[in-house]
């Protein structure tokens, strides 16, 4: 072998840094390629957040343009009603879709009357006092959903002012700052009916069993009979009376779809009250009031076709729950269900209707509570 050829290879790399560097072009395409993954999937959810972004954004105009329409029809239908009655089959209850609003979006919308649900703020009047019609209507209430009576002593010690508790079952801050993690009652007026679930033992299964009949409303809204459940109606009579809800829930449809107005209508209700072993038919005398721990006894008297008290059909009656009952709302809640493409929304719009019948919407969510 030539000397020139021996020297070429004596010059040629060892044999071991010839696989180093394989290696590092191996390591070198790995790390490119991740980075290229890496790039393209931050593109890819840039891309997807703003796509979800843009279908918010057109979700949400949207259900304002089906909270502008309700407002509008909500409206129209009540004054064109003689008596401005607001009653289920009036057609502004009808749901509205599904519906394919421009190519790709879809929109489905119904309304509902929310005092056809007991009100759990006219537990306490504005003086802080507790009202017991309101308390044993709610007790009855939980009775019928299969429900401890007790839950309705909390609920009402949670919204009174005071931090004492003034009614069998009742709890104050005492009671909640023994739990973990501790916390105080709210001494207020709620505005969603959830908080029931911050009251201790009262936990999610609880609170579907009677969530579909009650709402948080400002205190003082009257229960619409045209449109309340069987249940709630029930409830006012008094504890284990059935005479709209349970096996009679499906006359109670039908009588409303026969109607063609409000059933039953204040003076249909108070036809219920005449029935034995109701607790609020028991006649006090003209005026009388009067107070025991706390709770604000209300007068008992008579309502009949003419509203009078003490005489005619349907008397004697509870004139604390004549009082509490009347034959429109306003109150309404629109539920807008909107899909774009694979993107679903839902928005909740609580509806004011004033004395004038303009309607317009004071509260939105994202969730039903």
Known sequence: ???PLRARRRRGPPRRQRGVALLVAVLLVALGTIIAAAVAYENAMTARRGAATYAFDQSVLIAQGAEALAAYGVRQLVQQDAKHYVYLGQGWDKPYGPMEIVPGVMLTAYLEDLQGRFNVNNLVDATGRVNATQLATFKALLAAVGLEEKWAGLLTDWIDADTVPGIPDGAEDSTYLGQT??????NRYITSTSELMALPGF???HYNLIAPYIVALPHGT??????????VLDAYIGAGHVEFGGTNADTLTRNRANAGGCFPTVQDYAKSFTAGGNPWTTPAAPGATGTRTGIAQTPTGGLNAGGAAGNGPGAPVAQGV???????TNYFRLTSDITIGSTEFNLYSLLYMDTGYAVRPIQRSFTPD
Not at 222 to 231: E, F, K, P, W
Not at 322 to 328: R, T
């Open 203 to 205: 936990d999610r299964a």
């Open 222 to 231: 009257r229960l619409n009979t045209c449109t309340a459940s069987g249940v």
């Open 1 to 3: 072998m030539s000397a």
């Open 181 to 186: 993690p501790p916390y105080l009652t709210a």
């Open 322 to 328: 004549q009082a509490l009952v009347g034959q429109n």
